[in-house]
């Protein structure tokens, strides 16, 4: 009938270019889809697919209403829906790429319109339009892209100029490197700074680098010290160079600096260099520095500075966030300076009040003991020691509890608020010598009581921080002996994350609580953290970072590639909300907090965080296979 | 001879190809109207004329979509401007939109309407408020087809309220009904959004029909002529 496209084809293919991804897809093929679509009704209530339908499953997409998806395995009795889909979205693709029966009954929560297109015309559109195929196959990985593009844009008014920090190394690189000979006179050399305006003069041979000097460096090195401006300049140059391939992101050369204190990264290429990168060139337009952060903490000599640099670490999260680094490289940032700043609190402590003659760790628990710590973190820590012979527990831990207590203390002067938990290392029952946390350790495994298992969460996360931390790896060696033996209380473990479901709605999108909010750290983060942490005990996994701990099981508990990128993807979105969030209520002199009223987030997001709590049922499904639950 | 031109128009001069195609149009065998909705197709048409008088404005558009086994064929759809040799008063055009040299470059009467029936077939007709659509279809087709339109409609205007007799006493027009359902519509006044919009509604219905036991054609128009019966009595 319909030889040209009338005004309903072009209005139908208008209204789906609304809605990813057809607003990804070239309009002849929209209008294509338009053109093979029939519009049904269904009243509420009404079952749209169920296993039990013999008809072949057709492509659904949503033009009015909303559908839930209700999971009829018997694994989740009381389940409520488990997905709730509204306007523009699309159903089953995963039944239509497989070409099998649904699993889930799809039910008309309203009253509901739905475009309905025919199995073949939908494969053949996947084959037609390559972004709908991209969509049908890495759905989560394509939303997420489109809502970081959104999140740039959206910064990128207040920085335009600035570069991302995911750009490589050969992008900032701004000019030839100014270099000398490492024989060169010291005079000459600084004359060849001062002449090319350069921070920094990089000593090669044959291109290769053997040395730098920074101006920062000439008032130690070469004034104070009294430097014979005649003798070869190799002789007041730094030789531990830190080098990144051109290739290397940004953001590795920013995370370079702030843990070698240092300022130029020297970029080369097989060896040869090709280019210096300063602090300057990665951070002009930003007022607080990574690497001047990090100096700052390193040389602060009170506990007024460090409060300051805590702030400057806070300011300078934000304008990561702001060039658009990933989530997963800034909370390794902020772990990484929260790092310095608690070991700078424990060498301040440590030169006023010297501990002597005992071999102690400070350990970093929960969320720092994982990297992925946030704005908003309270402290988790302990201390690990290791009495000499003939010394009993008990005495060493009357000299490091006071100690404890003032780091502690201190901790929450710069922003880290004493835990309500008390689980901190002033407090006598985390302050233990190996063998006891060994006993404690194998005391929860053995017993498994609820308050063990939330024990466990916070504390099999540890990681050594300060100190002697050959203590904390032989507790972690431990650990990784002991956990994988005993499935009781693995399945304990299991039974009490499940308890924690991501909140998909009956009625609406989410289920909210508190103020019709959703919690993602409890609701989005928790059931990642939770499963990541339960596989990896079983598989006598040595990570503690959640992303480390899913890559890591994959092999050994035979999970797809493809489905660990998915759940890394889903939890790396929620961290990124959590950081928005957590920032923008930092704009507003709000306390931070991990609420979030859902229906203040965009579109995009809204549908991505469903799919990501999506993703986060399906790994509880695996977890509540692997264990029975 | 003018009036009475007027009182006994001449039949129109078809081509022979014309012809041709009308004679195949009234060849088709008409379906059963005791169908069930879910094996049948329904047109579902609206029109766009130069003004609400039926008897004088003329016919400038006419938009469908079919109905068939229950589900709206977004392609089985059809927009139809009748060509015009004068285009319709100013604050008509502000309405259907069509301005006046759409309407002077639509397809020829005839062609159009021929058009028209080949995409209806036979199958039976629904529309909101039928007596205007329907007396504007039938003059048309008289004046250019020269044939007496004798086709099954259905009306939803009586169908909705007999349906819900509550609603129907402050809901009237097409507007609130689509309102009671939540109904868009794409450009009110354009034909084919007006049709698309009325199908919408029709499909809307469908389950207090079949809740009713009306799963026909025969029967829904039963039922909305005892509406039609009641409400407005003789």
């Given at each position: 009938m319909s030889?040209?496209?009338?005004?309903?084809?072009?209005?139908?293919?208008?209204?789906?270019?609304?809605?990813?991804?057809?607003?990804?897809?070239?309009?002849?093929?929209?209008?294509?889809?338009?053109?093979?679509?029939?519009?049904?009704?269904?009243?509420?209530?009404?079952?749209?697919?169920?296993?039990?339908?013999?008809?072949?499953?057709?492509?659904?997409?949503?033009?009015?209403?909303?559908?839930?998806?209700?999971?009829?395995?018997?694994?989740?009795?009381?389940?409520?829906?488990?997905?709730?889909?509204?306007?523009?979205?699309?159903?089953?693709?995963?039944?239509?790429?497989?070409?099998?029966?649904?699993?889930?009954?799809?039910?008309?929560?309203?009253?509901?319109?739905c475009y309905i297109v025919a199995a073949t015309d939908f494969l053949h559109l996947t084959k037609l339009s390559a972004a709908f195929h991209d969509f049908c196959t890495r759905r989560i990985a394509n939303l997420l892209e489109h809502s970081q593009h959104l999140i740039q844009a959206g910064y990128s008014k207040a920085s335009a100029e600035q570069q991302s920090m995911s750009s490589s190394l050969s992008a900032i690189i701004r000019r030839e490197p100014v270099t000398c000979s490492p024989d060169d006179s010291i005079k000459r050399a600084l004359q060849a700074m001062q002449d090319h305006g350069v921070g920094a003069m990089v000593a090669v041979e044959n291109r290769l680098p053997m040395g730098i000097l920074t101006l920062h460096d000439v008032l130690s090195r070469v004034v104070l010290a009294g430097a014979d401006l005649d003798r070869p300049v190799i002789g007041v140059m730094s030789t531990n160079l830190a080098t990144l391939p051109p290739h290397a992101p940004a953001h590795e050369a920013a995370l370079a600096m702030a843990k070698q204190g240092i300022r130029h990264v020297l970029v080369t290429d097989k060896g040869c260099l090709v280019g210096v990168v300063s602090e300057k060139d990665l951070f002009n337009l930003q007022r607080v520095g990574l690497s001047r952060i990090s100096n700052a903490i390193r040389h602060a000599a009170t506990l007024e500075l460090l409060k300051q640099c805590a702030q400057d670490i806070q300011q300078l999260a934000r304008n990561m966030l702001a060039q658009g680094v990933a989530a997963e490289q800034l909370t390794q940032i902020i772990t990484t300076l929260n790092d310095l700043l608690t070991t700078r609190i424990i060498e301040l402590e440590l030169a006023a009040n010297p501990i002597e003659d005992i071999e102690f760790c400070w350990l970093a628990l929960g969320s720092e003991g994982r990297f992925e710590q946030t704005l908003n973190t309270d402290q988790d820590n302990g201390i690990i020691f290791a009495p000499k012979a003939g010394q009993i527990p008990a005495a060493l831990r009357e000299v490091l509890l006071p100690f404890a207590r003032r780091i502690n203390d201190a901790l929450d002067a710069c922003g880290f608020p004493l835990c309500n938990g008390f689980v901190m290392a002033s407090n006598p029952k985390w302050c233990l010598s190996l063998e006891e946390w060994q006993g404690t350790f194998d005391n929860w495994i053995y017993h498994g009581a609820p308050m063990d298992l939330l024990h466990s969460t916070i504390f099999f996360d540890f990681r050594p921080l300060y100190g002697a931390s050959h203590l904390g790896e032989a507790l972690r060696a431990w650990l990784q002996q002991a956990a994988p033996k005993n499935t009781r209380f693995l399945h304990q473990l299991a039974v009490n994350a499940l308890r924690n479901r991501p909140p998909l709605g009956v009625v609406r999108d989410f289920v909210t609580s508190e103020g019709h909010t959703v919690d993602l750290k409890l609701n989005g983060i928790t059931p990642f953290v939770d499963a990541a942490r339960i596989f990896s005990l079983a598989v006598g996994g040595s990570q503690t970072n959640t992303l480390e701990r899913l890559r890591e099981i994959a092999v050994p508990l035979r999970i797809q590639k493809h489905d660990i990128d998915a759940y890394c993807d889903a939890f790396l979105f929620i961290q990124l909300l959590r950081l928005r969030l957590h920032h923008e209520q930092n704009e507003q002199g709000k306390p931070l907090t991990n609420r979030v009223d859902p229906d203040t987030l965009n579109t995009l997001d809204r549908r991505i965080l469903k799919e990501v709590f999506r993703q986060a049922r399906k790994l509880q499904t695996k977890l509540g296979l692997d264990y029975q639950v | 001879m003018n009036w009475l031109g007027r009182l006994f128009p001449k039949a129109p001069d078809l081509t022979p190809q014309q012809a041709g195609?009308?004679?195949?149009?009234?060849?088709?065998?008409?379906?059963?109207?005791?169908?069930?909705?879910?094996?049948?197709?329904?047109?579902?048409?609206?029109?766009?004329?130069?003004?609400?008088?039926?008897?004088?404005?003329?016919?400038?558009?006419?938009?469908?979509?079919?109905?068939?086994?229950?589900?709206?064929?977004?392609?089985?759809?059809?927009?139809?401007?009748?060509?015009?040799?004068?285009a319709s008063a100013r604050d008509n055009i502000l309405i259907h939109g069509i301005g006046g040299t759409i309407q002077r470059e639509g397809t020829p009467p005839a062609d159009a309407l021929l058009t028209f029936l080949e995409y209806l077939g036979k199958d039976p007709l629904i529309a909101f408020h039928v007596a205007f659509d329907q007396s504007m279809i039938n003059r048309a087709l008289k004046t250019f087809l020269g044939i007496k339109f004798e086709h099954a409609w259905a009306d939803l205007a009586h169908v909705a309220p007999a349906l819900h007799p509550r609603i129907a006493r402050h809901t009237r027009a097409l507007d609130d009904w689509m309102g009671v359902f939540g109904i868009g519509n794409y450009a009110r006044h354009n034909a084919l959004a007006d049709a698309m919009a009325t199908a919408e509604l029709f499909l809307a219905l469908q389950p207090l029909l079949a809740f009713q036991g009306v799963t026909n054609f025969r029967d829904m128009r039963t039922l909305a002529q005892n509406w039609q019966r009641q409400s407005q009595p003789v």
């Open positions: 030889e040209a496209t009338n005004s309903l084809i072009q209005a139908t293919a208008d209204h789906l270019s609304q809605f990813a991804p057809f607003d990804q897809m070239e309009s002849e093929h929209v209008l294509w889809l338009a053109q093979h679509a029939t519009l049904a009704y269904f009243a509420r209530g009404e079952a749209i697919l169920s296993p039990e339908q013999n008809d072949p499953v057709a492509f659904f997409i949503i033009k009015q209403g909303v559908v839930q998806g209700e999971q009829v395995t018997g694994q989740m009795p009381d389940a409520p829906a488990w997905l709730e889909l509204g306007e523009g979205e699309c159903f089953p693709l995963g039944a239509l790429l497989a070409s099998r029966p649904v699993t889930s009954v799809y039910r008309a929560g309203s009253d509901v319109f | 195609r009308l004679a195949r149009w009234q060849a088709l065998p008409s379906p059963r109207l005791d169908q069930p909705v879910s094996a049948s197709r329904y047109v579902v048409v609206d029109v766009e004329s130069s003004g609400l008088d039926t008897a004088r404005d003329h016919l400038i558009a006419i938009g469908a979509v079919a109905v068939t086994h229950g589900r709206i064929q977004l392609d089985d759809s059809i927009e139809i401007v009748l060509q015009q040799t004068q």
